[in-house]
């Protein structure tokens, strides 16, 4: 049987569904998490009832760890290639959807899971001082594309971006809130309420109105990366292939390791 990575509930009478992910430990993205994610935004955007989504996690203390760093490491230019339409293919369907997109961030969340959280069109995170967000990167040795660098100038402006990408910052919640990362920070019990009442003002806006808006604001990163999408996936494979960039990965996930024991 295959496995499933989210949860969809689909509430019909508010037209709001909720995505939970749910891939423990860490949920970080895999190739079939990514793929599955991908699948359900299209089928969401199809269905004329659904007007908005809230993601979140149901991992405790854990939005996404980011993408799976096991599919970029010791793997065949191949399947990074495969790995990598499907980072893009997440970004496009989530920073590109016509529904209103709410992330209740109620764990850390680094990098791609960073990304997830930017690329919907609110953010309310916990606040509990362990939890993290920020494109961390440069701290793997990695750097972020130039569409995850225009969606985080998107969300907290030029300056702040170079200066968190540059030293792969990651926030705590006040930190967040301060930055924009995050657009509210709410108690770990009444996160997903508040969401859901902040869905509800965003809902009384004319789609049509609101959903142009957000795509003239969105669209010239989105049409960046679909005329060089190729080229953005050899470029991938190329660096990270890379036998520093291997060794660099290696290290970091010691790391992580080293860190538990
Ligand atoms: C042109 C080239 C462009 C290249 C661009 C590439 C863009 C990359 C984007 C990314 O998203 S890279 C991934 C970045 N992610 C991270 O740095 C997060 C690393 N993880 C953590 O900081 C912590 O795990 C956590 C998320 C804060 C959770 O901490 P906690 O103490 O609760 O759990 P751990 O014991 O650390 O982890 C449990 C288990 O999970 C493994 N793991 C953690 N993160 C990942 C991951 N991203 N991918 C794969 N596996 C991960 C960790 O190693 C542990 O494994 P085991 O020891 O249990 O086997």
Known sequence: QRRMFTNVEMDNSTGVAVIKMNSPPVNSLSLEFLTEFAINMEKLEMDRGCRGVILTSSVPRIFSAGLDITEMYGKTPEHCGAFWRAVQEMWLKLYGSSMITIAAINGSSP????????SCD???MTDYPKYSIGLNETKLGIVAPFWFKDTMINCIGNRATE????????YNPPEALKVGLVDQLETEDKLMTTASSVMSQWLAIPDHARQITKSMMRKPIIDQLLRQREADVQNFVKFITKDSIQKSLQMYMEMLKQKKG
Do not use: D, E, W
Not at 111 to 118: D, E, N, R, S, T
Not at 163 to 170: E, R, T, V
């Open 111 to 118: 990098a791609g899971g960073c990304l997830m959280a930017i």
């Open 122 to 124: 609110y953010r309310i």
């Open 163 to 170: 200066h968190s990408l540059q030293l792969g910052l990651q």
